[in-house]
């Protein structure tokens, strides 16, 4: 490792300063080192599996008809995001996790604790910018059912999947070339309040409009063709639901660990601050791993379709391994109508 100390001032400025601001690790505490080793074998063993299990998801929507839904291809556009955290973010954190280990003020260090701000801030925000794709998705197909068809397209999913990730590339790669980090703290306060706004303003609104549904279907005021379409969304918004509740169970550690490092009240161990950061961003990451479980959890064509492809099975024998594995009794997998979510 290269051991060339950079100057103070030179490492502010590229804002590779030790994390926590009372200092680096102490390096006799073995139980913060334990737990940093920790940290890391536990994300090395998880990288492959992310990764893996989100290249899933997106290869089996764009290769198995019966998935290519509207609904599923804004799934597949998040999986994206898991699955650069998989392929790059995930080891950038373990780089960064090393870097602590090692608490040195040389040029490698910087390199590393740099890199892995950009990458892991760049994946932080598209996979929260995409959750609020998916939810205004849902909107759309519950709130607007008419217009839905019309409105929300397959190539426009893509198309605003590929801006949005222009726009958080915009928003990041500038970072190391700016000296007042302040506008990327007011930009990155801004981005997370439209993205978190705009996905609690979706859940709430489909939420009580459900509800209405709900008492129309009970009442028998609806047809036969409109209600079996209502389950289809509810069961999709469902979904949406879950990938939301599990994303803020992810990110209530780190939320706690940034509380933690700014207040000396709690705690003034740089040690414990160090193991609270490091284990937030962990359950933060990790995330990206939990997201394609979801998906194999609440939707039963996505079971069928992993078992499928990882082994080269028929529809019809992918089905019924499913069956024997869950033990469920199913509808035979045949394809569905836009916006269908068989579980």
């Known amino acids: 490792m290269n051991s060339t100390a950079v100057p103070s001032t030179t490492r502010i400025a590229?804002?590779?300063?030790?994390?926590?601001?009372?200092?680096?690790?102490d390096e006799t505490s073995s139980e913060a080192y334990g737990w940093l080793v920790f940290i890391a074998v536990i994300s090395i063993i998880t990288c492959p599996l992310?990764?893996?299990?989100?290249?899933l998801v997106?290869?089996?929507?764009?290769?198995?008809?019966?998935?290519?839904?509207?609904?599923?291809?804004?799934?597949?556009?998040?999986?994206?995001?898991?699955l650069a955290m998989g392929v790059i973010g995930q080891p950038a954190f373990i780089f960064w996790v090393i870097a602590q280990m090692q608490g040195s003020t040389s040029a490698t260090y910087c390199i590393r604790t740099l890199l892995s701000t950009i990458?892991?801030?760049m994946l932080g925000f598209?996979?929260?910018?995409?959750?609020?794709?998916?939810?205004?998705?849902?909107?759309?197909?519950?709130?607007?059912?008419?217009?839905?068809?019309?409105?929300?397209?397959?190539?426009?999913?893509?198309?605003?999947?590929?801006?949005?990730?222009?726009?958080v590339i915009s928003l990041t790669v500038p970072f190391p070339f700016v000296d007042n980090k302040e506008i990327f703290l007011i930009a990155d306060i801004h981005v997370i309040s439209l993205c978190l706004t705009t996905v609690l303003f979706c859940q709430v609104v489909l939420f009580y409009e459900t509800r209405r549904h709900e008492k129309r279907i009970a009442t028998q005021q609806v047809s036969l063709e409109a209600r079996e379409k209502f389950?289809?969304?509810?069961?999709?918004?469902?979904?949406?639901?879950?990938?939301?509740?599990?994303l803020i169970l992810c990110f209530l550690p780190l939320m706690f660990a940034y509380l933690i490092r700014a207040s000396n009240s709690i705690t003034t161990s740089v040690d414990l601050k160090y193991a609270a950061l490091s284990t937030g961003l962990t359950s933060a990451v990790l995330n990206s791993m939990v997201n394609p479980i979801i998906y194999c959890v609440r939707i039963r064509q996505f079971r069928v379709a992993f078992i499928q492809l990882i082994f080269q099975k028929s529809s019809a024998g992918a089905e019924n391994m499913e069956k024997r594995v869950?033990?469920?009794?199913?509808?035979?997998?045949?394809?569905?109508?836009?916006g269908s979510q068989e579980q």
Request: proline share 3%; glycine share 2%.
């Open 326 to 338: 869950f033990g469920r009794r199913n509808r035979a997998v045949v394809p569905h109508q836009e």
């Open 119 to 121: 990458l892991l801030r």
């Open 50 to 55: 992310t990764a893996v299990m989100n290249a």
């Open 58 to 82: 997106i290869l089996a929507v764009k290769t198995i008809h019966r998935l290519k839904t509207k609904t599923n291809i804004a799934l597949a556009c998040l999986s994206t995001t898991d």
């Open 14 to 25: 590229l804002g590779c300063v030790p994390p926590i601001s009372q200092g680096t690790l």
């Open 231 to 246: 389950l289809k969304e509810k069961k999709a918004f469902k979904v949406t639901a879950t990938v939301l509740f599990f």
């Open 126 to 167: 598209a996979s929260l910018s995409h959750l609020a794709m998916i939810n205004v998705e849902r909107f759309i197909a519950i709130k607007h059912p008419l217009s839905y068809e019309t409105i929300v397209t397959k190539n426009r999913l893509v198309c605003f999947s590929a801006l949005l990730w222009m726009l």
